[in-house]
T-cell receptor, first 115, second 114 residues
Framework: AQSVAQPEDQVNVAEGNPLTVKCTYS??????LFWYVQYPNRGLQFLLK??????LVKGSYGFEAEFNKSQTSFHLKKPSALVSDSALYFCAVRDVGDRNNDMRFGAGTRLTVKP | NAGVTQTPKFRILKIGQSMTLQCAQD?????MYWYRQDPGMGLKLIYYSVGAGITDKGEVPNGYNVSRSTTEDFPLRLELAAPSQTSVYFC?????????????FGQGTRLTVV
């Protein structure tokens, strides 16, 4: 079965600095990869996804992620962090060949951007 | 657009009580899901449905039941509440079963069992 690891529970950055939230995955076949963001007392919101093609994926709010097949990683990045980016971020993976349509989530990384 | 709507937002149950968490979507999505979110554990899939009349177990189905009589609604039933079911529950839907489709989530139901 597919799985996702987010090695950092917490990431702290200063406003204006670049940010990276790490994600590694494991699938038996090829992956579909997603990033979601969760603000307090809200459901998860889709940020971006990798399906196929260009390894650098651009998404909402200036976020991007780079798919690295050899390192089985899909790190989320932003060139210049905003205080409003502070939230809980989840990486998720689906196996392309999975008929059960199951999406596995990481444990989440709490991003705090300080002014 | 309402998207995915969950009710109630909060609930406290006593051990052994039962309740139904409601989920409705207005996007005509065939696929719907129930997840629970425990601190530091990410989201775990409880049940999912690929269309009206069809449901299947996810990763952590024990203690829960679901039904899908219409495309719009996917209620989750807890028959005998236990403290281990204290969690935040999220309902989600996807346009199709194609694996590359992103999910739309409700705002969640925070359940405490005491």
């Amino acid at each position: 079965a597919q799985s996702v690891a987010q090695p950092e529970d917490q990431v702290n950055v200063a406003e204006g600095n670049p940010l990276t939230v790490k994600c590694t995955y494991s699938v038996s076949g090829n992956p579909y990869l997603f990033w979601y963001v969760q603000y307090p007392n809200r459901g998860l919101q889709f940020l971006l996804k990798y399906i196929t093609g260009d390894n650098l994926v651009k998404g909402s709010y200036g976020f991007e992620a780079e798919f690295n097949k050899s390192q089985t990683s899909f790190h989320l990045k932003k060139p210049s962090a905003l205080v409003s980016d502070s939230a809980l971020y989840f990486c998720a993976v689906r196996d392309v060949g999975d008929r059960n349509n199951d999406m596995r989530f990481g444990a989440g990384t709490r991003l705090t951007v300080k002014p | 657009n309402a998207g995915v709507t969950q009710t109630p937002k909060f609930r406290i149950l006593k051990i052994g009580q039962s309740m139904t968490l409601q989920c409705a979507q207005d996007m005509n999505h065939n696929y719907m899901y129930w997840y629970r979110q425990d601190p530091g554990m990410g989201l775990k899939l409880i049940y999912y449905s690929v269309g009206a009349g069809i449901t299947d177990k996810g990763e952590v189905p024990n203690g829960y039941n679901v039904s899908r009589s219409t495309t719009e609604d996917f209620p989750l039933r807890l028959e005998l509440a236990a403290p281990s079911q204290t969690s935040v529950y999220f309902c989600a839907s996807t346009r199709t079963g194609v694996s590359n489709t992103e999910a739309f989530f409700g705002q969640g139901t925070r359940l405490t069992v005491v």
